[in-house]
């Protein structure tokens, strides 16, 4: 069966360390793979897209990696500030196309 | 722009009642989505619409039905609720299957 995951284990760092999340899928062949982030009591809010043909994609502090011969998605966060903490969740559209599957998702914690 | 709004922000429900969950975009998005969202088991497709006047399942669809009469509406309904359906759900938006905006949620307890 398709898996997308994600640890479920809260990710403690120090501020300006680098944090890295991972995401890892099973029987699955996406064509791209989605980021977002998602603070207490809100809906979640995207942050990068990132497709099968592209190896790193940026976008200011955040870089994302695609792997799809590990079946893997690093996301990074470098300069971590204490604003960064909320839990990061990783989706993946399904192998009919129609409908994006969300992992767990990482809580982020960034201590001052 | 409002983006995606939910109604009700917080609802409580005894067992067997009915309710419907209103979400409205004002992005001119074809579609739209419906999740629950519960600890432990992360964001769960309830049921989607690919446009106006269309809808399918997700992976969580029993005990739920949608409506999509207008393009800016995505209406979901609990003719029957249950306890199990105690969850925060969450509607969303977006073009094809790019980026999606979701709404504030919607925190449901069905006592």
């Known amino acids: 069966s398709q898996k997308i995951e994600q640890n479920s284990e809260a990710l403690n760092i120090q501020e300006g360390k680098t944090a890295t999340l991972t995401c890892n899928y099973t029987?699955?062949?996406?064509?791209?793979l989605q980021w977002y982030r998602q603070d207490p009591g809100r809906g979640p809010v995207f942050l990068l897209l990132i497709r099968e043909n592209e190896k790193e994609k940026r976008k200011e502090r955040l870089k994302v990696t695609f792997d799809t011969t590990l079946k893997q998605s690093l996301f990074h966060i470098t300069a971590s500030q204490p604003a960064d903490s909320a839990t990061y969740l990783c989706a993946l559209v399904n192998n009919a196309g129609n409908m994006l599957t969300f992992g767990g998702g990482t809580r982020l914690m960034v201590k001052p | 722009n409002a983006g995606v709004t939910q109604t009700p922000k917080f609802r409580v429900l005894k067992t067997g009642q009915s309710m419907t969950l209103l979400c409205a975009q004002d992005m001119n998005h074809e579609y739209m989505y419906w999740y629950r969202q519960d600890p432990g088991m992360g964001l769960r497709l309830i049921h989607y619409?690919?446009?106006?006047?269309?809808?399918a399942k997700g992976e969580v669809p029993d005990g739920y039905n949608v409506s999509r009469l207008k393009k800016q509406n995505f209406l979901l309904g609990l003719e029957s609720a249950a306890p199990s359906q105690t969850s925060v759900y969450f509607c969303?938006?977006?073009?094809?299957?790019?980026?999606?905006?979701f709404g504030p949620g919607t925190r449901l307890t069905v006592l």
């Open positions: 029987n699955y062949s996406p064509a791209y």
């Open positions: 969303a938006s977006s073009n094809r299957l790019n980026e999606q905006f």
């Open positions: 619409s690919v446009g106006e006047g269309t809808t």
